[in-house]
């Protein structure tokens, strides 16, 4: 008899378990806040295509282009970069819109004039006013992370020549 109930019990949990198909879906609707109207645009918003913009080019001069090139140093390329002076940095990264502002500590805050881009934090180096060519390379991965950047989105401006 025991094995005829274990039997009848596993067929009983097999149907349920198969009928999952049918079950209602239940969505917890939040009581406080705005959060109720962000769950029902979340519910009812459609599918959007993520098809991502082209990228844009900055123009730069020669002295912010040497910064980005070391950034985002591609091997292929027949120079070896090296380390980067702290100034020379925060001029690069000014001279593309950034507002720079000194935090506390080594921290310094890099706000893009750009609407809607979220602004960045980099420490500065010590002892040594200089960024090793590891970091460095690290502050490019972290750039093209946020802002989708890369060696090929900055090109030297031709400036004109003064008479």
């Known amino acids: 008899m025991t094995d005829q109930s ?16 049918t079950a209602t879906l239940k969505i917890k609707v939040k ?11 979340e519910i009812e918003a459609p599918l959007i295509d993520n098809a991502l913009p082209a990228p844009a080019i900055i123009a730069v001069n020669n002295r912010a282009r040497k910064v980005f090139s070391v950034l985002f140093h591609n091997p292929m390329q027949d120079f070896s970069p090296g380390e ?15 507002a720079v502002e000194k935090q506390q500590g080594s921290a310094w805050l890099f706000t893009p004039s ?20 590891h970091q460095a390379q690290r502050h490019g991965r972290r750039l093209q992370r946020v802002y989708d950047w ?14």
């Open 114 to 133: 750009i609407p809607g881009n979220r602004p960045i934090i980099f420490h500065e180096p010590h002892p040594s006013n200089k960024i090793p060519i």
């Open 84 to 98: 980067i002076p702290w100034s020379e940095f925060l001029y690069a990264l000014s001279s593309v819109g950034f």
């Open 31 to 41: 009581r406080r806040g705005l959060a109720t109207e962000s769950v029902s645009a």
């Open 150 to 163: 890369t060696n090929e989105t900055f090109v030297t401006a031709k400036s004109p020549r003064l008479s």
């Open 6 to 21: 274990s039997t009848l019990d596993i067929e009983y949990r097999t149907q349920s378990t198969l009928e999952i198909g």
